[in-house]
Nanobody, 126 residues
Framework: QVQLAESGGGLVQAGGSARLSCAAS?????????MGWFRRAPGKEREFVAS????????DYTDSVEGRFTISRDNTKNTVYLQMNSLKPEDTAVYYC??????????????????WGQGTQVTVSS
């Protein structure tokens, strides 16, 4: 079992930056988890944002955030981060941290992740 707790959301002006953190705890070793970030904007479906492999060596981003967002992890702190730069109003959403401990499948599919945080709101004002 894994518990995830996000932090770092809030109100940001367009063009600004924010960093989200997600701390993991529980019985499963953090290094056994692929970590991801998803978001749900008002009136929209939950969408994949980014993922990072177990050792941090492989990352993946949805096209709309490529070059602006950076996902990283610190396995000594059991924490994954999402650095968000050049924020746009369309980035406004609840951001969720997710974890999966299975190998294979799609890192972009939300149903591939077994563990979820409670979400943190990011609002980008124009």
């Amino acid at each position: 079992q894994v518990q995830l707790a996000e932090s770092g959301g809030g109100l940001v002006q367009a063009g600004g930056s924010a960093r989200l953190s997600c701390a993991a705890s529980g019985r499963t070793f953090f290094t056994m988890l692929t970590m991801g970030w998803f978001r749900r904007a008002p009136g929209k479906e939950r969408e994949f944002v980014a993922s990072v492999s177990r050792n941090g060596g492989t990352t993946d981003y949805t096209d709309s955030v490529e070059g602006r967002f950076t996902i990283s992890r610190d396995n000594t702190k059991n924490t994954v981060y999402l650095q968000m730069n050049s924020l746009k109003p369309e980035d406004t959403a609840v951001y969720y941290c997710a974890a999966r401990d299975v190998v294979g499948g799609s890192r972009r599919g939300f149903n591939e992740y077994q563990y979820w945080g409670q979400g943190t709101q990011v609002t980008v004002s124009s």
